[in-house]
């Protein structure tokens, strides 16, 4: 049971990167899946997530309208499309399953991480 996240790179401010998270050993289709990051000495904050119960999604104030999240079921992956990046995004971004469908309580799977650095 596990969570992959890749995508993370060197781009600068302005520019895009989409993040993507394979699960295996489970059903990602009933699990709500969330996008952390982190930066060293920062609390872990939670970027994005994608409800399995009706697709619905939450977004972090600050990378409402850059970001956008979505899933495919059939390919067992969470996408997050990062689109006019900042050097405050910088950070290793993370996915987590939820407790269940929804986005709301406990994320109880994470990932290994994927740094994204964005500076010119």
């Known amino acids: 049971v596990q969570l992959q996240a890749s995508g993370g790179g060197l781009v600068q401010p302005g520019e895009s990167l989409r993040l993507s998270c394979v699960a295996s050993g489970f059903t990602l289709a009933f699990y709500g899946i969330a996008w952390f990051r982190q930066v060293p000495g920062k609390e872990r904050e939670r970027v994005s997530c994608i409800s399995a119960e009706d697709g619905s999604t939450y977004y972090l104030d600050s990378v409402k309208g850059r970001f956008t999240i979505s899933r495919d079921n059939g390919k067992q992956t969470v996408y997050l499309q990062m689109n006019s990046l900042k050097p405050e995004d910088t950070a290793v971004y993370y996915c987590?399953?939820?407790?269940?469908?929804?986005?709301?309580?406990?994320?109880?799977?994470y990932g290994q991480g994927t740094l994204v650095t964005v500076s010119s």
């Open positions: 987590a399953t939820a407790e269940g469908a929804s986005c709301h309580g406990q994320y109880d799977l």
